[in-house]
């Protein structure tokens, strides 16, 4: 499985007035589609799951620059939807799965770096979310 940067110069058409610009890392910027947040910035492939998880990583990235309360809400709607009963798994196993992404990242070394502050600051969002998705869920 590999994470690839789908860069966005003439994505689906999309003109420049269409995006926006976060800020990730210490240094970087990343370019986000304002409406197609399922499907763009980054690609997943090489896995029997690779469009699930392509979107599931695109819509988290795409909430970078938002307020906490969504990445909470995001949470409790991926928990929801998934076969786990313990929300303390599945907060870990979400952890688990972005370091395995951060570990998979292909493409040229800016690209690289790119991605790797992109997944970096989604987990540190993640983190910073846990306690109020929890108090949320409600589970062991």
Do not use: C
Not at 20 to 38: C, P, S, T, Y
Not at 82 to 100: C, G, V
Request: hydrophobic share 40%.
């Amino acid at each position: 499985m590999f994470v690839v940067w789908k860069r966005p110069d003439g994505f689906r058409g999309a003109e420049p007035k269409d995006f926006k610009v976060v800020d990730i890392g210490d240094n970087a910027r990343l370019w986000l589609h304002k409406k197609d947040v399922e499907w763009f910035p980054f690609r997943i492939s090489g896995g029997w799951q690779e469009q699930e998880a392509t979107q599931r990583l695109n819509i988290l990235v795409n909430l970078i620059g938002k307020p906490n309360s969504q990445w909470v809400s995001r949470l409790v709607y991926e928990f929801n939807h998934s076969m786990l009963d313990d929300s303390k798994k599945f907060f870990q196993e979400t952890m688990d799965w972005l370091q395995t992404l951060s570990s998979s990242l292909k493409g040229d070394t800016w690209e690289i770096e790119i991605m790797g502050h992109a997944i970096s600051d989604v987990q540190k969002r993640i983190k910073d979310s846990k306690n109020a998705f929890l108090i949320k869920v409600k589970t062991k």
